[in-house]
């Protein structure tokens, strides 16, 4: 068997990640590559065999407490060599000791937990078609928000502060990003953006669940009529998910969020769509 060598991905090399990840169905963003990249450049990590590239998996770090583990992908024709387990060992020794978590596929949790890992619920991915909706006026242009107060709200919601990686997010041209406001208040926030198939809602945060309905309809009706769009939900957030069904989206997939220590304290109820299933 030929040695792997495992090393950190280029810029341009986190694409043969995407390009792996939309083979594999899981429908990355057309344009997710930078955000994820500069998330931490020094996470996503490239196997090669002879000079070609095999396999990849993405570890990226969230400061000292809490990282996130991502597009583990062997391609097909090297499977079952061992390669994966080398590359699954090198991006967990990059972890250290932070809280990590993933969305794994439900065929593999068994396997995590063998690696620590425990289940703390399953997402849910919903498929719908787009349409037309009314704007409420509470609905505004999410960069017409104080970046500091979309930070704190979102710091509510995710494990850990990740401003670097939201400033390029909702910067990103082609991503349409929204704020729901009350009293002028930041009251949710929601993002949507063009992929390999259809457009993806994520992240989708709201107060309650009429404020996520509100950026849910106006969100959808930013994008042409009658394609499809997605949605990725916490299964334990009861509203999400019948706001999803309320619109007629139907399950089309499902991971198992699993952390390798204690879940993290998020305000759950007020996550209504994932950012994604690869950075959390």
Known sequence: MSDLIIRN????????????????????????SAAFYEADNNGFSLGIVDNEPIGCISAVSYGEGFGFIGFYIVRPDFRGRGYGRRLWRHAI???????VGLDGVLAQQDNYKKSGFTLAYRNIRFEGISGNFKIPSNIVSLLAVPFETVVAYDDRLFPASRPHFLN?????????????????RLAGFGV??????GFKIG???ADNPEFAENLFCSLISHVPNHKYVYLDTPEV???????AE???MASVFETARMYTKAEPKIEIEKLFGVTSFELG
């Not at 694409?15 to 057309?30: F, K, M």
């Not at 390029?168 to 002028?184: F, G, S």
């Open 9 to 32: 991905m280029s810029r341009d090399e986190v694409g043969i990640a995407i390009a792996w990840a939309s083979a594999e169905g899981w429908n990355p963003g057309d344009y997710d």
């Open 93 to 99: 020794n990059y972890m250290g000791e932070r809280n």
């Open 168 to 184: 390029l997010w909702i910067n990103e041209p082609a991503h349409i990003c929204l704020a729901v406001l009350d009293n002028e």
């Open 192 to 197: 949507i953006r063009p992929c390999q198939k």
């Open 203 to 205: 992240p989708l945060f």
């Open 237 to 243: 957030n009861t509203e999400a998910v019948g706001l």
């Open 246 to 248: 309320k619109y007629g």
